[in-house]
């Protein structure tokens, strides 16, 4: 089970409830958590099918991840990554009815399109981040305009870390810092645009969280300027995983629903402490 759980990169989930959570409160709609459980599936199966696309090289570069040690079986990681799509796409249309179920098809296709082909391209970070700010329009029902803005910020943040995802086996090279503080900076900026018009309650609340997903997020990419050895980009990949959290807080609370990005914000300690235990990356 321990193995399954690394596959599927687990704790890393705890980031993807609020994709869709920030779309609704764009989109001035109640949560569904059937959309937030899709979307999780989603996640989850993108990571079991990115161990499969990457076993090969994880033989070499990351003998300790599941496929390559012999804990599962590359067979059973094709086809977990399967009935996870399936399972959520199925999630997606019972909660989001036809809408819901055209949105997951498009999140489907670019996560197994990222997977198979695009991440190790030039386009690669850049349809990383069309992955997550499809996660957030999900959310959004009919009113995915609305919700533009948030799955920009969201799609900027995530362009971040796969930048910096590029980096976890060799060290990061002279200006991934700066390219990942780019984007976290423009998700910053991009998060308080998608509030700019509420009312002055929510749009305070959303500039205390952004003020904190800085604060979390900048340092950890920062540092790697001075120590770019394989290990911190790592850490920083973890850590800029969890900084989604706060981001799409912001997000929430952003469009009115306060005590919602409270709750939500109560998971980012919970997300580091089990991404201590279990891996994220």
Not at 77 to 104: E, K, N, P, W, Y
Not at 260 to 279: D, M, N, Y
Request: charged letters at 15%; a positive charge.
């Amino acid at each position: 089970m321990r193995a399954l759980l690394e596959l599927v990169r687990a704790p890393a989930a705890l980031s993807v409830p609020g994709d869709t959570m920030a779309g609704a409160a764009a989109a001035g709609r109640r949560p569904a958590p059937g959309l937030a459980l899709a979307s999780v599936l989603m996640y989850w199966s993108g990571m079991a099918l990115n161990d499969w696309a990457d076993r090969e090289a994880d033989a070499v570069e990351r003998p300790e991840r599941p496929i390559p040690s012999g804990r599962v079986r590359p067979g059973a990681a094709l086809g977990l990554a399967a009935a996870l799509t399936g399972a959520g796409l199925a999630t997606a249309a019972l909660a989001g009815g036809r809408r819901g179920l055209t949105v997951a098809g498009l999140l489907a296709g670019a996560v197994w399109a990222y997977d198979l082909g695009l991440k190790r391209t030039a386009a690669g970070p850049a349809s990383m981040a069309a992955c997550r700010a499809l996660d957030v329009l999900l959310g959004a029902g009919e009113q995915a305009r609305a919700a533009v803005p948030a799955a920009l910020a969201i799609g900027a943040h995530t362009y971040g870390i796969s930048v910096l995802g590029r980096a976890e086996v060799t060290g990061a090279a002279p200006g991934t810092a700066e390219r990942a503080l780019v984007a976290s900076t423009a998700a910053a900026g991009l998060a308080a645009a998608s509030c700019v018009r509420n009312r002055a309650a929510a749009r305070a609340g959303a500039g205390v969280l952004i003020a904190g997903y800085l604060a979390f997020t900048l340092p950890i990419q920062a540092r790697l300027r001075t120590r770019p050895d394989p290990e911190n980009v790592r850490q920083a990949v973890r850590l800029s995983i969890l900084g989604l959290i706060p981001l799409q807080a912001a997000a929430v609370a952003g469009g009115g629903r306060v005590a919602t990005a409270g709750a939500l914000l109560c998971s980012l300690p919970l997300g580091r402490w089990l991404s201590s235990r279990l891996a994220t990356s």
